[in-house]
């Protein structure tokens, strides 16, 4: 079973050309290379090109992936987290300044990443699949909303309530608190459900929030209804951001035409990838503890797990209390970013894709988990839109593809390739399932998971028993 | 007595699963329960783990009452088991199996978790080194780090042993620990069973159809039938005891007058 772990013969000059880039030095040399080859790219692009859009789907993506590469390479890790480091504190805020369209997908894969990464407690480390996840994100989004904006009359400004910029930090805290409380909340009566029924209810869940953010209008104004909240506080840029931007800027030898937003924007970067970082350490830290041995455990095989003596409902709610937390910190973040809220951002499809997220990258892994947010993020809203851009920008200048004699202004525009983002995300997802089931990074006790096994004495033998898993509910057994 | 059940029954919709059952189980006592396939016997240890809860009866162990316990307060309590059809973590390996065992007898602090002071670190570690004893124990020195699935099937057996004696249990119940092994092995499981007995200190039942098993290491047996206790004894008594043999055999094979052909 376990052959794959014996190298293969190395085969003429693959095997050693492989050896050969394993060697430290011959990668490090590789890893500069690639990271200056794509850096330079996007610091040389122009928007005006007409080649713009392709040449930044190009770029990017593998820009973006190079903290995966650098991470698996043969360097020691000093070395490695030096690279890292370099990459997101200072080539990305770099690329950013030069194009804020960058620093704005970059912070959009970093909240995903986060919110990727507290599902993924609930549903890659104790297997319980919830559907209605973003309503812990709009638990934090709307806690920071309420109190914060400034544009609109609700309860909390008749009340003054209002609270100034700074409060973002403390109202970090206080949405993981907020949402963790509703986490648990839900949790209680639902946990006793498993599998499909549970995902059902967390979907039903998901919506009730989404809802009642929409008619929390009201008959006290809490919510501001379908039209959400505008004017959201954002925390105050210190005092050095903008004539530092501008410094770099000019450095850069560009002219930044309004420094202030991009400094803001940098500022939301820099919070969004500490919290990004904090949020990897705690799921780490989780996961390699008797908390996460107890959930896989749970994962493995519920009715063994109890009768060693892991409680399942307190251990569960303390897997959907986390997952929410991190969507409490996260959604604070991204209401302050948008400073906008609404129901609308809250919506079914954004659970379904952040649970593709976590399913495309690796359930369980955290490596595979941001890789699986970046992937879906990047495709989301930068490729598919971008291609788009394209044959735009083709169709401008009356392209005409050569040998087959095509003009691209008759390329009908019911085929753009952005409104095709669910087809090709569901192929993604189809295409997955075949040929990569555990994920792209799979976590290797996922993997193991998933390969086919031939039917152990365990399996045959729950088919004998097959009332104890339905016992284990007491209001099962007292019907039975 | 370490353990006390009183008229214990259990129904599922018409059937009578167990029915009045009494067991006295002494401490230090390797015992078996015995019956004929569907009498009740794996009913019985669900009944006292909390899995199913009771209709009616007592279950008091070591002075306290189990019934209505969740199943990990019953481990708490000291009372583990394994399970007829293996139960294993199938994809954990076989140490992170048995350190799952341990739950119960940890701190498990989310703070701590977090924080990581040396104190959890040192738990980690004497869970770790308990987790390998255990195995020695059972006899899978060394295979700590294996994926507990990979493991031949007596192997996995030992693990479920392992795992059930790292909750620090006084009473361990083995459901058909035996079950699928040949001679040897059973011969091989037979002085493990005497080991956790008498160098741990845990009293044992068995659930057991191997004879030779049954008759070579319980002190007392409890004979089981229809959800009923039919009889209970030493191994001498039970092999005596028409009652047992009818059950086992059918009237006719132990002797009895038939009944009107039907």
């Given at each position: 079973?376990?052959?794959?772990?014996?190298?293969?013969?190395t085969?003429?000059?693959?095997?050693?050309?492989?050896?050969?880039?394993?060697?430290p030095?011959?990668?490090?040399?590789?890893?500069?290379?690639?990271?200056?080859v794509?850096?330079?790219?996007?610091?040389?692009?122009?928007?005006?090109?007409?080649?713009?859009p392709?040449?930044?789907?190009?770029?990017?993506?593998?820009f973006?992936?190079?903290?995966?590469?650098?991470?698996?390479?043969?360097?020691?890790?000093?070395?490695?987290?030096g690279?890292?480091?370099?990459?997101?504190?200072?080539?990305?805020?770099?690329?950013?300044?030069?194009?804020?369209?960058?620093l704005?997908?970059?912070?959009?894969?970093?909240?995903?990443?986060?919110?990727?990464?507290?599902?993924?407690?609930?549903?890659?480390?104790?297997?319980?699949?919830d559907?209605?996840?973003?309503?812990?994100?709009?638990?934090?989004?709307?806690?920071?909303?309420?109190?914060?904006?400034?544009?609109?009359?609700?309860?909390?400004?008749v009340?003054g309530?209002?609270?100034?910029?700074?409060?973002?930090?403390?109202?970090?805290?206080?949405?993981?608190?907020?949402?963790?409380?509703?986490g648990?909340?839900?949790?209680?009566?639902?946990?006793?459900?498993?599998?499909?029924?549970?995902?059902?209810?967390?979907?039903?869940?998901?919506?009730?929030?989404?809802?009642?953010?929409?008619n929390?209008d009201?008959?006290?104004n809490?919510?501001?209804?379908?039209?959400?909240?505008?004017?959201?506080?954002?925390?105050?840029l210190?005092?050095?951001?903008?004539?530092?931007?501008?410094n770099i800027?000019?450095?850069?030898?560009?002219q930044?035409?309004?420094v202030?937003?991009?400094?803001?924007?940098?500022?939301?970067?820099?919070?969004?990838?500490?919290?990004?970082a904090?949020?990897?350490?705690?799921?780490?830290?989780l996961?390699?503890s008797p908390?996460?041995?107890?959930?896989?455990?749970?994962?493995?095989?519920?009715?063994?797990?109890?009768?060693?003596?892991?409680p399942?409902?307190?251990?569960?709610?303390?897997?959907?209390?986390?997952?929410?937390?991190?969507?409490?910190?996260?959604?604070?973040?991204?209401?302050a970013?948008?400073?906008?809220?609404?129901?609308?951002?809250?919506?079914?499809?954004?659970?379904?894709s952040?649970?593709?997220?976590?399913?495309?990258?690796?359930?369980?892994?955290?490596?595979?988990?941001?890789?699986g947010?970046?992937?879906?993020?990047l495709?989301?809203l930068?490729?598919?839109?971008?291609?788009?851009?394209?044959?735009?920008?083709?169709?401008?200048?009356?392209y005409?593809?050569?040998?087959?004699?095509?003009?691209i202004?008759?390329?009908?525009?019911?085929?753009?390739?952005?409104?095709?983002?669910?087809?090709?995300?569901?192929?993604?997802?189809?295409?997955?399932?075949?040929?990569?089931?555990?994920?792209?990074?799979?976590?290797?006790?996922?993997?193991m998971?998933m390969?086919?096994?031939a039917?152990?004495?365990?399996?045959?033998?729950?088919l004998e028993?097959?009332a104890?898993?339905?016992?284990?509910?007491?209001?099962?057994?007292?019907?039975? | 007595?370490?353990?006390e059940?009183?008229?214990?029954?259990k129904?599922?919709?018409?059937?009578?699963?167990v029915?009045?059952?009494?067991?006295?189980?002494?401490?230090?006592?390797?015992?078996?329960?015995?019956?004929?396939?569907?009498?009740g016997?794996?009913?019985?240890?669900?009944?006292m783990?909390?899995?199913?809860?009771a209709?009616?009866?007592?279950?008091?162990?070591?002075?306290?009452?189990?019934l209505?316990?969740?199943p990990?307060?019953?481990?708490?309590?000291?009372?583990?088991?394994?399970?007829?059809?293996?139960?294993?973590?199938?994809?954990?390996?076989?140490?992170?199996?048995?350190?799952?065992?341990?739950?119960?007898?940890?701190?498990?602090?989310?703070?701590?978790?977090?924080?990581?002071?040396?104190?959890?670190?040192q738990?980690?570690?004497?869970?770790?080194?308990?987790g390998?004893?255990?195995?020695?124990?059972?006899?899978?020195?060394?295979?700590?780090?294996?994926v507990?699935?990979?493991?031949?099937?007596?192997?996995?057996?030992?693990?479920?042993?392992?795992?059930?004696?790292?909750?620090?249990?006084?009473?361990?119940?083995?459901?058909?620990?035996?079950a699928?092994?040949?001679?040897?092995?059973?011969?091989?499981?037979?002085?493990?069973?005497?080991?956790?007995?008498?160098?741990?200190?845990?009293?044992?039942?068995?659930?057991?159809?191997?004879?030779?098993?049954?008759?070579?290491?319980?002190?007392?047996?409890?004979?089981l039938?229809y959800?009923?206790?039919?009889?209970?004894?030493?191994?001498?008594?039970?092999r005596?005891?028409?009652?047992?043999?009818?059950?086992?055999?059918?009237?006719?094979?132990?002797g009895?007058?038939?009944?009107?052909?039907?």
């Open positions: 079973m376990m052959n794959t772990s014996i190298p293969a013969p085969s003429g000059t693959n095997g050693s050309l492989r050896q050969w880039i394993r060697q030095r011959i990668a490090g040399v590789f890893i500069l290379a690639y990271l200056v794509f850096a330079t790219i996007l610091f040389k692009l122009d928007r005006a090109n007409t080649l713009f392709l040449w930044s789907s190009l770029a990017f993506p593998p973006v992936i190079s903290p995966f590469i650098i991470f698996s390479s043969p360097l020691s890790r000093r070395i490695k987290a690279l890292i480091l370099l990459v997101v504190l200072i080539l990305m805020p770099l690329i950013g300044i030069y194009d804020g369209g960058y704005e997908l970059s912070i959009q894969i970093a909240i995903f990443s986060a919110l990727a990464l507290g599902l993924n407690i609930v549903v890659g480390f104790a297997g319980l699949l559907l209605g996840y973003i309503a812990f994100f709009a638990v934090g989004a709307y806690i920071w909303a309420m109190f914060s904006e400034t544009n609109v009359t609700t309860v909390w400004s009340a309530l209002i609270v100034p910029g700074w409060a973002f930090y403390l109202f970090i805290p206080v949405g993981v608190f907020a949402a963790a409380l509703v648990m909340l839900l949790g209680l009566p639902v946990l006793r459900l498993r599998g499909d029924y549970l995902a059902i209810v967390t979907l039903g869940f998901g919506e009730m929030i989404r809802v009642l953010a929409r929390l009201q008959p006290y809490l919510t501001n209804g379908t039209q959400g909240l505008s004017g959201v506080g954002r925390p105050p210190p005092g050095f951001a903008v004539p530092l931007t501008a800027g000019q450095a850069m030898g560009i930044i035409s309004n202030e937003p991009v400094s803001q924007q940098l500022l939301f970067y820099f919070i969004a990838i500490i919290l990004l904090l949020i990897i350490v705690i799921a780490q830290r996961d390699n908390i996460g041995r107890a959930w896989t455990a749970i994962r493995e095989d519920e009715v063994a797990a109890v009768a060693m003596g892991v399942l409902v307190r251990m569960k709610l303390l897997a959907f209390a986390s997952g929410a937390a991190f969507a409490g910190a996260i959604g604070v973040l991204f209401a970013k948008n400073s906008f809220v609404s129901p609308e951002s809250f919506s079914l499809d954004q659970s379904i952040i649970l593709a997220m976590v399913i495309v990258g690796g359930l369980g892994g955290i490596r595979g988990v941001i890789l947010a970046i992937v879906v993020q495709l989301n930068q490729i598919l839109v971008n291609f788009s851009l394209q044959i735009n920008a083709l169709k401008n200048i009356d005409v593809i050569p040998i087959i004699n095509f003009p202004r008759n390329w009908p525009p019911q085929l753009e390739p952005a409104k095709y983002q669910r087809l090709v995300f569901g192929l993604l997802l189809i295409l997955m399932t075949i040929f990569r089931p555990a994920g792209l990074l799979p976590e290797p006790r996922r993997k998971e390969r086919g096994r039917p152990e004495p365990d399996e045959l033998a729950r028993e097959p104890i898993a339905a016992e284990i509910d007491p209001k099962h057994a007292n019907e039975g | 007595m370490l353990l059940v009183k008229k214990l029954s129904s599922f919709g018409g059937i009578k699963a029915r009045d059952i009494n067991l006295n189980i002494e401490p230090n006592s390797i015992s078996s329960i015995i019956g004929p396939n569907g009498a016997k794996t009913t019985f240890f669900n009944l783990t909390g899995i199913y809860k209709d009616t009866g007592e279950i008091n162990f070591n002075g306290k009452s189990l209505g316990l969740r990990d307060q019953v481990t708490a309590a000291g009372v583990t088991r394994t399970f007829q059809s293996i139960r294993l973590f199938a994809n954990m390996t076989v140490l992170e199996n048995v350190m799952v065992g341990m739950h119960t007898r940890l701190d498990i602090s989310l703070w701590k978790t977090l924080i990581r002071p040396a104190s959890f670190q738990q980690e570690e004497r869970v770790r080194e308990k390998r004893e255990l195995l020695q124990f059972v006899g899978l020195a060394g295979k700590g780090d294996e507990s699935r990979n493991l031949p099937y007596g192997d996995q057996r030992r693990i479920e042993i392992a795992r059930a004696l790292a909750t620090d249990p006084k009473l361990i119940l083995l459901d058909e620990p035996t699928g092994m040949n001679p040897n092995e059973s011969e091989d499981a037979m002085l493990l069973f005497r080991r956790i007995r008498d160098e741990r200190g845990v009293t044992v039942v068995l659930i057991e159809h191997d004879m030779r098993v049954v008759m070579g290491i319980s002190e007392r047996i409890s004979v039938d959800g009923e206790m039919i009889a209970e004894g030493t191994p001498e008594a039970i005596a005891n028409p009652r047992v043999v009818e059950a086992y055999l059918g009237r006719r094979a132990a009895i007058e038939q009944e009107a052909a039907s």
